[in-house]
């Protein structure tokens, strides 16, 4: 019996590459008539960066203009996201259809990724690789690399093409 693909998760750092990617993503979906769940994370800032602010910033304003650029990127990212996505969709039948949600979640992007992942019940999970070593075979990157041994569910990595 072969699985049945319902939903996708399209997992993306928001590089050159995504269209590319996003576009396999998109393929799955139309073959399998299934769902794409978006999905970027915002990894944190680190405690040696945020002990760096508060030497010139108290705590508190520190904690306060943080929280509100936090929520300001994550909001233009997922505007990025949803743009991504109505760029890539026109002229597809159906494709208001094709994603059915997009999220931007803090936390350090694979363990987001995973989480959602296992929140949305993905059947799969697709994400692009780009490095390369100097006689060319393929090394992933780490966020890819903590995804393939972590995953509960099948990842399809996409090598994105230089430039």
Same mark, same amino acid.
């Given at each position: 019996?072969?699985?049945?693909?319902?939903? =996708? #998760?399209?997992?993306?750092?928001?590089?050159?590459?995504?269209?590319?990617?996003?576009?396999?993503?998109?393929t799955l979906a139309l073959?399998?008539?299934?769902k794409i769940v978006a999905?970027?994370?915002?990894?944190?800032?680190?405690?040696?960066?945020?002990?760096l602010v508060e030497q010139?910033?108290?705590?508190?304003?520190? *904690?306060?203009?943080?929280?509100?650029?936090?929520?300001?990127?994550?909001?233009?990212?997922?505007?990025?996201?949803?743009?991504?996505?109505? $760029?890539?969709?026109?002229?597809?039948?159906?494709?208001?259809? #094709?994603?059915?949600?997009?999220?931007?979640? $803090?936390?350090?992007?694979?363990?987001?990724?995973?989480?959602?992942?296992? *929140?949305?019940?993905? *059947?799969? =999970?697709?994400?692009?690789?780009?490095?390369?070593?100097?006689?060319?075979?393929?090394?992933?990157?780490?966020?890819?690399?903590?995804?393939?041994?972590?995953?509960?569910?099948?990842?399809?990595?996409?090598?994105?093409?230089?430039?």
């Open positions: 019996m072969l699985p049945k693909i319902k939903t =996708i #998760l399209f997992a993306t750092g928001l590089g050159p590459g995504t269209p590319y990617v996003f576009r396999y993503a998109m073959q399998h008539q299934a999905v970027h994370g915002i990894e944190p800032l680190s405690s040696y960066g945020q002990s010139y910033i108290p705590h508190e304003t520190s *904690d306060k203009m943080h929280s509100k650029a936090r929520e300001s990127v994550k909001a233009k990212l997922k505007e990025q996201l949803e743009q991504l996505c109505q $760029e890539e969709c026109q002229g597809t039948p159906h494709y208001t259809d #094709l994603v059915s949600s997009i999220r931007v979640a $803090e936390g350090y992007p694979a363990q987001v990724i995973l989480e959602v992942a296992l *929140d949305c019940s993905a *059947d799969i =999970i697709v994400m692009g690789a780009h490095r390369h070593t100097v006689v060319g075979e393929v090394m992933v990157g780490s966020t890819t690399r903590k995804v393939l041994h972590r995953a509960t569910s099948p990842v399809f990595v996409v090598k994105i093409p230089k430039g």
